[in-house]
Nanobody, 113 residues
């Protein structure tokens, strides 16, 4: 089983990034997926959730209206489109398959001028 995040980087406040998470080794479409983030010195925070079947979504209040989670079950990928980024969005972002122990290694997002 592998979850590999990509797409992080340095962006100015107000900018956008699109994170990707490529999954392999399990039946991807059967699992809901989540994006979490962890800033230095802070607890890991749930950012967004998408179900495996109809793709229903849910978001943390801190990102609602700015971030969009989506998935492509044919390609075994889940995405996080992040718009209107703020310095407080700076963190390592991780993808996770719900009700499993499957986690990626994370991708760093830094929002700074």
């Amino acid at each position: 089983v592998q979850l590999v995040e990509s797409g992080g980087g340095l962006v100015q406040p107000g900018g956008s990034l699109r994170l990707s998470c490529a999954a392999s080794g399990f039946t991807f479409s059967s699992y809901g997926m989540r994006w979490y983030r962890q800033a230095p010195g802070k607890a890991r925070e749930l950012v967004a959730t998408i179900t495996g079947d109809v793709g229903s979504t849910n978001y943390a209040d801190s990102v609602k209206g700015r971030f969009t989670i989506s998935r492509d079950n044919a390609k075994n990928e889940v995405f996080l489109q992040m718009n209107s980024l703020r310095p407080e969005d700076t963190a390592v972002y991780y993808c996770h398959a719900i009700r499993t122990s499957y986690w990626g290694r994370g991708t760093q997002v830094t929002v700074s001028s």
